[in-house]
């Protein structure tokens, strides 16, 4: 219910005390962290807040108090020593309780358990929820294992899988700024993301020192120094030898790994598993050194890679786990067996070798299935594992943003239920770099449609072809966390997992918070109605990978999407929407129709433009920078949409007339790509307003000016279009 709070309340001159305590053991960093974001949301209320030690509870007359503990380190007696002996506690679940009108207390199952208390009463405080009566979250997460996905581009010589876009340039240094980490984890835990997985080919080079292998280990950062219109890397993902590099940061690999033990430390306290995942067979960084090679003959790469692994692990043991992918760089060798094995050899009998030094370690693995059979899997590595092995599988392709139930596990779910492995599910957000995305029922649904806990291992949300590191395109917000940007997005996919039943109600709360300015239930679903563009066209017109679909720019690594594409394109898989050649020849017609789809687009467009209309409280005569960029990016989509809608009419008009000769047919497929024309300039004009060109990764340049060339051209293909042989 939300109710006025009973802060605001004191601040407004009620008889309240004008002094509220925080307890907490200050040791344990995880409650620390939480008391102290429970302490300044306080203040911000205006409440003069004391930050006390749990030893020195003891309650007293006037004064309003709040306990964070675990439940074996409460006070013995008194107030705070409320009953919980009858409650079963998650190790994240927690419970509050308030044993008098003045005393709050947070009981966590653990530290994390009490640490997501804290940050729920300081959520509450800020939005203006009560907090007495509120009994907490006993059982944790709804999802065991909430993750982020990260390209983590290292050095120039050590680059993530694909750094040839501008957002691995921009963010090589960053990557090496704990300020940057700092934010970065303190907000997945806001977030309640519990498990982080960084993405690298290849990182040992900039991570550990090897003694059989003393030179590989690479002191300093060096980036590359190129314009943004040369190509970067080679068509294996390596930078290209004609690439200048320079030294950006001077620092030892033992400065390196300090940093490094920083980092992973601070995700530590922040209740967050940390995973290194890598492909193979990739060495950067190793060029012309003890005969190492990416040859999967290569004995001595071998040799290297389990020392590397071994090094990895004693040298950071604030790492939960490894991943790695065998077969992206195997190509001569198509022996599933074969790959398997070398696999067991390096990084397997690596983790077994850390072992014999630490034998009470769990080094849980992530073992990709891109490109491997699970038999060959289980027969090869896992029998032999010593530890919990899961898999990992793309499960919306690239696409997270286009149906709450993609059909593309559903083989794979099956062979799970039958051996007992469990896969984590990677959910890739290669649809929408720039601008921000926003739909709390898209996520929930999606959420509870992942497959049952008992085949799974968790989830991690990200990008193969974009490095969420620091924004660079933003004309007025360059250098802001991207985390902190799409700080919505990001929300959603950590707190719906942790809790899938948050309501409309709390998003409101939290909108308005965030945006005193505006009207949070006209935001709320101005930002809803715009986020289901995209997923609306992925379902009818689809590509399973980045470099061959990108909505934001209608194009993918070689060409622009024309309107014959549309025509002659597929539908996404189980998504239950016709083709527009199956449309038009009348086939499949239970499905959702592409005009039907055109139809929602437009009603999207509608929807959200109506409500970013109503979206603001004009008390000042302006909005805030922030809530005028994102209503900018409602405002955008929206016409991306009618981009689309036009275009998807325009599409089935040529195909009507290509097919059938009627010349009325091609007129007004003329008609609606001359639309489409008018929308996507709208979309230019407002996109452009706020971001800089950018290359991509996987899709050339998204240059939303640059690209309209390519949409009028639409109008000639519609005029120049002829019928199919045999058309009636």
Known sequence: ????????????????????????????????????????????????????????????????????????????????????????????????????????????????????????LAER????????????????????????????????????????????????????????WREYLDAMARHRYNALTLWIKHPFPSLVEVPEYPDVALDDVYVPRVPGDVERQTPTHRIAPEVPIEMAIEMPIEEKIAFWRRVFG?????????????????????????????????????????????????????????????GENMADCEDEAARENWLWRSYGRGVVDAKAEQPDRTVRFIHRVHR???????????????????????????????????????????????????????????????????????????????????????????????????????IRDEGRLELEKHWYAFLLWGRLGYDGGLSRERFTAILSDRFPDANAERLYDAWQSASRVVPAVNRVHWRDWDYLWYPEGCQDA???HSVRDFAEGDPMPGAGVQSIQEFVAGDAPDLTSPVEI??????????????????????????????????????????????????????????????????????????????????????????SSNYRPQKLARAQWLNWWGLSEDVRRDVEIAKNATPEAGAK
């Not at 002996?85 to 709050?104: Q, Y």
């Not at 203006?128 to 996905?149: F, M, Q, S, T």
Request: one cysteine or more; a negative charge; hydrophobic letters at 35%.
């Open 266 to 326: 601070h995700a530590r306290d922040r209740g967050i598993d940390v995973y290194l995942v890598t492909w193979n067979v990739c060495i950067d960084g190793t060029d012309g050194k003890y005969g190492i090679t990416n040859e999967v003959d290569n004995d001595t790469t071998v040799d290297y890679l389990r020392r590397s692994v071994r090094e990895l692990l004693l040298t950071y043991p604030e790492l939960t786990g490894i991943g790695t992918t065998a």
């Open 125 to 180: 405080v800020r939005i203006g929820w009560d907090v007495a009566g509120y009994e907490g979250a006993p059982d944790g997460g709804d999802r065991e294992r909430r993750g982020l996905k990260l390209n983590f581009p290292l050095d120039a010589r050590t680059p993530s899988y694909d750094d040839s876009g501008d957002a691995a340039a921009f963010n090589y240094e960053t990557m090496w700024e704990f300020e940057f």
């Open 558 to 560: 070689e060409k622009f």
């Open 1 to 120: 219910m939300f109710t006025p709070n009973t802060y605001l309340r004191c601040k407004r001159g009620s008889t309240m005390s004008s002094v509220t305590r925080v307890y907490c053991d200050r040791s344990v960093e995880p409650i620390a962290f939480a008391a102290r974001e429970l302490a300044t949301a306080l203040r911000e209320t205006g409440q003069a807040v004391e930050e006390r030690p749990l030893d020195e509870f003891e309650a007293e007359d006037g004064a309003t108090e709040f306990l964070l503990s675990e439940a074996g380190d409460l006070p013995a007696s008194g107030p705070a020593n409320v009953a919980i002996a009858d409650a079963s506690l998650d190790s994240e679940g927690f419970l509050v309780r308030s044993p008098t009108e003045s005393t709050h207390v947070v009981v966590g199952g653990g530290d994390a358990g009490t640490m997501y208390g804290g940050l729920e």
């Open 598 to 687: 055109a139809e929602q687009l437009d009603r999207h467009a509608d929807d959200a433009l109506d409500a970013a209309a109503d979206s603001t409280v004009d008390v000042r005569g302006q909005t805030s920078r922030e809530l005028g960029a994102t209503l900018d990016d409602v405002r955008a989509v929206a016409c991306l949409g009618r981009y689309y809608a036009a275009k998807i009419r325009g599409a089935v008009a040529l195909r009507r007339y290509e097919t059938g000769g009627d010349e009325a047919q091609r007129d007004q497929a003329v008609e609606s790509v001359e639309a489409s024309v008018s929308h996507w300039e709208e979309y230019a004009r407002i996109a």
């Open 372 to 474: 491997t059979d699970l038999s060959a899997i289980e027969r090869e590595f896992v029998s032999n594992y010593p530890g919990p092995v899961a898999l990992s599988h793309k499960y919306a392709r690239a696409h997270v943003y286009s149906s709450p139930s993609p059909p593309f596990a559903d083989d794979l779910v099956s062979e799970l239920e039958t051996t007992g492995f469990e896969s984590w599910w990677n959910l890739r957000n290669d649809d929408a770099y720039a601008v921000r995305w926003g739909d709390p029922d898209y996520v929930r649904e999606f959420l509870v449609e992942l497959p049952s806990e008992d085949v799974t291992a968790g989830y991690h949300y990200g990008s193969d072809g974009y490095v969420w590191g620091r924004t660079f395109a933003d």
